[in-house]
Structure formats: structure tokens, C-alpha cells
């Protein structure tokens, strides 16, 4: 098992272009989460999904940004033409869902720094 | 809604003292408690959790938490800490039925030789 892994782990871009990151859950996990860090605060949550439905989407969440899990395993979180706002370390994690204690920890990846010039 | 803060945004400490670091949150139902450490440029390592039983929960590591229901408190201790301690921590709440992790602003820790 390798873990969330998120690609790019870096983006640069100009003010108004389209990004698109992706994250691969742990292999076995239904659910996978979306969260935005930016500089000196905590994650906050964007979206998250079990197996391919959204079941949840954070008001932070604006038309700009869409985000897929077409077939229930990788993820795509899209930003169009981008703001300086939306700078920031874009968090993945995944989890089991449902009931019982190991189902409810999420493990997250090492993140996508965006950074909107 | 579910809110957490974490008291102290920076604590610098020598090594081999002991530090707390505080956390405490807001929720009318049960949640599920949580300690993530951030190292630079690496994304969130699960330290520890409280999902029900003791409410002491330990790391490998040496870090403790306590849960402690009456004063809604998920404080973070280690009786001496290390240089390679230092990083940022995260305290999270969950809500038992829901998916979302609820993040502190965090607690940036500095350990000094």
C-alpha cells in the first residue's frame, strides 16, 4: 500500500488558466476528501466522496471548482480560470466508510501547491 | 456547527522540557477527536485519535491526549520533547455520522537545543 498520492506536487500558473489536480486514494478506501490549506491556518474542507457519488460540498467550494470520481477510485479537483485567491496547498485524504472505529481516520497525502501569479 | 481552537499559535520550548499544546472545540453532538502533525512541505500525519474507550490516548512517539467531555479539551502533552518534535500540530474534530474533519488554525512548535 503507497498511500494518497497527489499529483502535481507543485503548479504555477497565470491568473485565469485552468488547473487540474488529481489524487489516488489508498487502494481500499470508498471515500475520498478534498480540503484547501493556505499559509498559517488550518485544512478546510472542500468536498468529499464515497466510492463515485459527492455526498458533501463545502460553500468554500465556488463554481470555478468542479471535482469528479468517475469510477470510484482516482480524483479530479478542476479550478477554472484561477483567482491569486485560490493560492494554497490543495489536501487529499481517503478513509473506509461507515460504521466502526477504524473507519472514521482519514490519511491524507503530501498535497498540490498552487500558486497563481 | 462544530468549531475547534487551538489556544496558542506558536510555543517555543527547550529540548527536553516538557509542552502542551491546547485544543478545545465546540460540538451539541459526539465527535470523534484528532491530532495531525504537518511537517514542512509534507502533508498531515495522523498522531493520535480518541474514538471511544480511555480517554488518555497515547503515540508511539510519546505524545499523549485526554479527552475531556466537561471541558470540551483535547490538549496534547509530551513529558520531553525532541528537536525533531518541531512542526506544526492540528487538533480535528469529526462528527461520529459525518465525513468532513473539522481543523484547528494549529499550533506551530518549536523545540530549541
Known amino acids: 500500500d503507497t498511500g494518497v498520492s497527489q499529483d502535481p506536487r507543485h503548479k504555477i500558473t497565470k491568473r485565469g488558466q485552468n488547473v487540474t489536480f488529481r489524487c489516488d486514494p489508498i487502494s481500499e478506501h470508498n471515500r475520498l476528501y478534498w480540503y484547501r490549506q493556505t499559509l498559517g491556518q488550518g485544512p478546510e474542507f472542500l468536498t468529499y466522496f464515497q466510492n463515485e457519488a459527492q455526498l458533501e460540498k463545502s460553500r468554500l467550494l465556488s463554481d470555478r471548482f468542479s471535482a469528479e470520481r468517475p469510477k470510484g477510485s482516482f480524483s479530479t479537483l478542476e479550478i477554472q480560470r484561477t483567482e491569486q485567491g485560490d493560492s494554497a496547498m490543495y489536501l487529499c485524504?481517503?478513509?473506509?466508510?461507515?460504521?466502526?472505529?477504524?473507519?472514521?481516520?482519514?490519511?491524507f497525502g503530501a498535497g498540490t501547491r498552487l500558486s497563481v501569479l | 456547527a462544530q468549531s475547534v481552537t487551538q489556544l496558542d499559535s506558536q510555543v517555543p520550548v527547550f529540548e527536553e522540557a516538557p509542552v502542551e499544546l491546547r485544543c478545545n472545540y465546540s460540538s451539541s453532538v459526539s465527535v470523534y477527536l484528532f491530532w495531525y502533525v504537518q511537517y514542512p512541505n509534507q502533508g498531515l500525519q495522523l498522531l493520535l485519535k480518541?474514538?471511544?474507550?480511555?480517554?488518555l490516548v497515547e503515540s508511539i512517539n510519546g505524545f499523549e491526549a485526554e479527552f475531556n467531555k466537561s471541558q470540551t479539551s483535547f490538549h496534547l502533552r509530551k513529558p520531553s520533547v525532541h528537536i525533531s518534535d518541531t512542526a506544526e500540530y492540528f487538533c480535528a474534530v469529526k462528527v461520529n455520522q459525518g465525513g468532513k474533519l473539522i481543523f484547528g488554525q494549529g499550533t506551530e512548535l518549536s523545540v530549541k537545543p
Open positions: 480518541y474514538l471511544s474507550g480511555s480517554t
Open positions: 485524504a481517503s478513509s473506509l466508510g461507515g460504521q466502526g472505529m477504524g473507519k472514521n481516520i482519514q490519511y
